[in-house]
């Protein structure tokens, strides 16, 4: 549970970077599977897993939030 949760935080700290839903959604899934595989490799987890579950909470958080909740600027594929 420990594994997960830490997973959880990363991928909330880095979330929503974009001015639409879907670009939040894109760039929260990837920097929260980013997170979640570099999460559990360091506290020696399944990183496939770990890149599994960053990425699905991270595109779910950067979905829910407001462009003026967290602003990262525009998407690097823009």
């Known amino acids: 549970m ?3 949760l830490a997973i959880l935080v990363m991928a909330i700290a880095l979330v929503g970077c974009g001015k639409t839903v879907g670009d939040r959604a894109v760039s929260g899934g990837a920097i929260g599977a980013a997170t979640g595989a570099a999460g559990a490799a360091i506290i020696g987890g399944n990183v ?4 599994l579950l960053g ?9 829910v939030t407001d462009e003026e909740d967290i602003d990262l600027g525009r998407p ?3």
């Open 2 to 4: 420990l594994r997960i």
């Open 76 to 78: 690097w594929w823009r």
């Open 48 to 51: 496939g897993a770990g890149a």
């Open 55 to 63: 990425g699905a909470t991270g595109a779910a958080l950067g979905a």
